[in-house]
């Protein structure tokens, strides 16, 4: 008997319940491994070639995704990510491969649709939903990518006209030191070393 129900008979009143553990938020090897239990329920012919297209087509999607889900922080769309391959996919193709084959691609069963025809329904929405999701992570690191080049534009100059950098000798960056009779460091007609070539 845990403490406060101890109490709770003690002075009559009711235990709180404890509250139910938060799931753990899944990791990048749990959406991976996801993908993979999806790809092995389409495998070997076991929905059409119609589904299964449909079905390669978001996994690469999410796959690609999954790496940048950290650009997306606690986002609807990292969520949409994760959802995908953990509840959406799989649950949209295990409703179908429950279902006797024939009757699914043939039985109509909602405004006139076969399974098989919801299901294409259901897969075309997650893929261009994904697609969204994963143009939305490519424009942030475009964006970002945008805005350090404007960065550098402001830091060193055009990049038109080669930038402003100034290569000669400043200020800060003195002219090294030459030995006595040596000519002065510039373009000029290369000279062999002494005691080499020539006459």
Known sequence: MALGDFFAR????????EPAPTPR?????????????????????????VVASRV???????????PRLGNLGGSAQAYSV??????????AIG??????????????????????????????????????VFDAVNRADAA???????????????GSTGGGLALGPTASTPAPDLPPGAPPAGPGPLQPPPGRGGA
Do not use: C
């Not at 087509?57 to 999410?62: F, K, S, T």
């Not at 994760?82 to 649950?91: Q, R």
């Not at 429950?98 to 025809?117: I, N």
């Open 95 to 132: 409703g179908y491969l429950r279902l006797p084959r024939q009757w699914a691609d043939s039985r109509p069963v909602d405004r006139g649709k076969t399974s098989l025809m919801i299901l294409i329904d259901q897969l075309d929405l997650l893929g261009s939903t994904m697609d969204k």
């Open 82 to 91: 994760m959802a995908t391959a953990t509840d959406y996919l799989p649950e």
């Open 56 to 66: 390669n087509r978001v996994v690469r999607i999410v796959r690609e995704t999954i």
């Open 10 to 17: 003690l002075t009559g009143r009711k235990a709180e319940p």
């Open 144 to 158: 970002a990518l945008v805005a350090h080049g404007r960065f550098l534009q402001e830091k060193f100059g055009s």
């Open 25 to 49: 938020a899944p990791t990048t090897d749990d959406l991976l491994a996801a993908l993979v239990r999806v790809e092995q329920l389409v495998a070997d012919g076991a929905v059409p070639a």
